[in-house]
């Protein structure tokens, strides 16, 4: 649904059709009939909801910017995982990025919840694992060198990165991810999702806890 | 390889899980409110319309002023061009544009309280006179309050324009306050039309 009062340009135009739509109806009813404004109504009102809907199938998806924190000397980077963070080439990948800019590292890590438990509004549970998850997280960044913070996010990782954009105003994002076929996050299609969502450049790291192994995939685009 | 701490003052930051920023997101939901509390006045006003069942609307011997409320509604509309023309002069940069829009606003939504109060008293009855007038002086009245608030709200954004608040980048005070001025000329264009018109 799209919402006409998201922004005051959008109330305007919303106002000018309330204009056109009750003047149209009202010109009707008076010069013609009653039954005639009843006839506009109805035209109008089912034109207006096709028009809705319709522009609400093509819409492309509205991207969220978020706003530049920090000095021109500083990188903030976003790191969202579940329980994939750490290793050798996310470290290089970091610093990589990096380059020349003094980083800001900020992880989230999603609580993670069974849809059950996410509409009975028990969370507790999934928080403390998260938490956990978290600190073993940052322990495991320190321990490779890079200082960073971080936060237990929303269950559901796109919103979660959302929260923490516009907490945090990150310049760059990299998801951690297990590899393809373990990945409940890319059986999702969390990564280009979030690719279509956030104007900011966005690196998706694989890591394979089992054998240690990273691989770093390229951003489709380098906006920086 | 170091990274500032950020130090944090204050309370807590509050936890955001909205695609919406909270200033607008609260806006919208005051909004949602409104429209509950004006859609049970108009249920009143139609419960009372349909149950009246009088050949003729207003029923006799009750006279709307349909021109000069009319007259209003072209005041009230012009007020969200004007109110526009502010948000687009800050964008713009232009702060002259942006004081002078709000300035307008103000004026233009005096002039239309004014106005309503003129036509109360020369209206020739009162909220007492029946069902009809309860329902008009309610539907009216609530509208009224709704810009005499509006009005508060941009007195506000006046003052801080004036004050050199805002800037291309910055403005949401004017936004917001736009985005609720033009919900109110929403509301009375529907009341006119309903009440006055058909």
């Given amino acids: ?224 | 390889m170091t990274v500032h701490a950020e130090a944090h003052h204050g309370p807590p930051i509050a936890n955001q899980s909205s695609r919406v920023d909270s200033a607008t997101l609260g806006m919208l939901l005051f909004i949602a409110s409104e429209i509950m509390l004006f859609g049970s006045f108009f249920t009143i006003y139609f419960f009372v319309r349909v149950v009246n069942g009088a050949p003729e609307w207003p029923p006799a011997p009750f006279h709307l002023p349909v021109f000069v409320a009319g007259v209003n509604t072209i005041i009230l509309v012009t007020s969200s061009f004007t109110i526009h023309w502010a948000l687009q002069s800050i964008k713009r940069g232009n702060r002259a544009g942006l004081q002078a829009g709000l300035v307008l606003t103000i004026a233009l939504g005096l002039t239309f309280l004014l106005t309503q109060a003129r036509e109360y008293s020369r209206i020739g009855f009162s909220p007492q006179d029946g069902a009809f007038g309860s329902t008009f002086y309610g539907l009216t009245g609530l509208h009224g309050a709704h810009v005499f608030v509006g009005l508060t709200i941009l007195t506000f954004a006046a003052i801080r324009a004036f004050r050199g608040h805002f800037t291309p980048e910055e403005h949401h005070g004017v936004e917001i306050s736009g985005i609720y001025w033009h919900f109110v000329d929403v509301m009375w264009i529907v009341v006119y039309t309903t009440v006055y018109i058909l």
């Fill in chain 1, 1 to 224: 649904m799209i919402n006409p009062l998201r922004s005051e340009a959008e109330a305007y135009r919303f106002l000018l059709l309330t204009v056109g739509y009750f003047a149209a109806i009202a010109i009707a009813a008076l010069a013609i009939g009653t039954w005639a404004g009843v006839i506009v109504f109805l035209v109008l009102t089912v034109a207006g909801a096709v028009y809705v809907l319709r522009a609400h199938r093509s819409e492309p998806p509205r991207q969220s910017v978020p706003s530049r924190r920090g000095s021109d000397k500083e990188l903030r980077i976003l790191v969202i995982a579940n329980e994939t963070v750490g290793g050798e080439r996310l470290r290089e990948e970091i610093r990589r990025r990096s380059e020349g800019y003094e980083e800001q590292v900020f992880v989230v890590t999603p609580a993670l919840n069974s849809p059950l438990r996410h509409w009975a509004s028990d969370e507790d549970g999934a928080r403390v694992q998260a938490q956990e998850r978290l600190a073993a997280s940052l322990e495991r960044l320190r321990s490779l060198g890079i200082d960073a913070k971080g936060e237990v996010g929303d269950g559901e990782p796109l919103q979660a990165m959302e929260d923490a954009l516009r907490l945090f105003g990150a310049d760059e994002i990299i998801i951690s991810t297990h590899p393809e076929g373990r990945s409940h996050w890319l059986e999702k299609n969390v990564v280009e999702s979030a690719r279509e969502r956030f104007a900011v450049p966005i690196t998706h790291v694989v890591v394979d806890l089992e054998a240690e192994r990273e691989e770093v995939q390229e951003p489709t685009s380098e906006t920086r």
